[in-house]
């Protein structure tokens, strides 16, 4: 993404993740974006376009926010991992997973369906790579996705169960 195409892309999700996927007129989305209206609809012709343009930034940045630097120390990386996902939920999510809320929103449009596809795998697969639990994916899966969906009631709660539970698969695992 170039310059302003970043800058339009966060704005949307900022807006997005605040309001919902129906609600932004396209005034209110390009005002979130900072820029013209003619320069909104030249990087994002379509509010579809710009609600994809939203998901990818979005993924990039839990990309980056969950998996940069964590501990080499697998166990410690699983701690962690739970920890981030728990801050992002904080600082980010707390209405729940905004790409699965995309989805609901419009349940036949295939490129939201794919992104999603492609978001929660390639979680996933990063995860279960920084945790040792390769074996273990779908598992590991299921326990960021509980964490994600639980969190907004259980909170902290939440995060302390995901990680007692991912290490749990860890001893399973070492047997």
Known sequence: ?????????????????????????VEDLREAAGVSLRT??????????????????????YLASTFNDLPEDQA??????????GAWMLNEASHGCLFHAAVAAAPGDARLRALLERHKGEVSERA?????????????????EGLMQSWPIH??????????????????TCK
Do not use: W
């Open 155 to 172: 909170r902290e709660e939440a995060v302390a169960s995901a990680k007692r539970l991912s290490g749990l698969l860890r001893v399973r």
């Open 1 to 25: 993404m170039n310059a302003t195409m970043t800058k339009i892309a966060s704005g949307l999700e900022h807006a997005f993740a605040l309001r919902g996927f129906a609600e932004p007129s």
């Open 76 to 85: 410690m990386a699983t701690d962690s991992l739970m920890d981030r996902i």
């Open 40 to 61: 909104l609809y030249k990087y994002t012709p379509s509010r579809d376009d710009m609600v994809l343009a939203a998901l990818e930034h979005r993924h990039q940045r």
């Open 128 to 144: 279960a790579r920084a945790c040792g639990l390769t074996q273990h994916q779908v598992d590991l899966n299921l326990i960021i």
